[in-house]
């Protein structure tokens, strides 16, 4: 079955970096493309990065443009999502979803506080 497992999120500082991978099974990963979403409480769900089957296109949400990088490794069934220069305002609940099937992972917690 489908299968989407984040990891890498925790508790940062303010101004500190996180790496999130998101492993994906059970389908063809290569031809999906893949983005991150976050949820933070009481807020509606944003679109983080997006990237393309073969990591050739990728875009960003306003918030986190020059500050995240999404990439992935088709090998690996990976996607990465590199956060640096974190804010209060980055901690939220970071999910992964597959494109071509509409799947998302359990997420991942991130808090930056100091």
């Known amino acids: 079955q489908v299968q989407l497992v984040e990891s890498g999120g925790g508790l940062v500082q303010p101004g500190g970096s996180l790496r999130l991978s998101c492993v994906a099974s059970?389908?063809?990963?290569?031809?999906?493309?893949m983005s991150w979403y976050r949820q933070a409480p009481g807020k509606e769900r944003e679109l983080v990065a997006t990237?393309?089957?073969?990591?050739?296109?990728?875009n960003y949400g306003h918030s986190v443009k020059g500050r995240f990088t999404i990439s992935r490794d088709n090998a690996k069934n990976t996607v990465y999502l590199q956060m640096n220069s974190l804010k209060p305002e980055d901690t939220a609940v970071y999910l992964c979803?597959?494109?071509?099937?509409?799947?998302w992972g359990q997420g991942t917690q991130v808090t930056v506080s100091s």
């Open positions: 990237i393309s089957n073969r990591g050739g296109i990728t």
């Open positions: 979803e597959a494109s071509i099937n509409g799947y």
């Open positions: 059970g389908f063809t990963f290569s031809i999906s493309p």
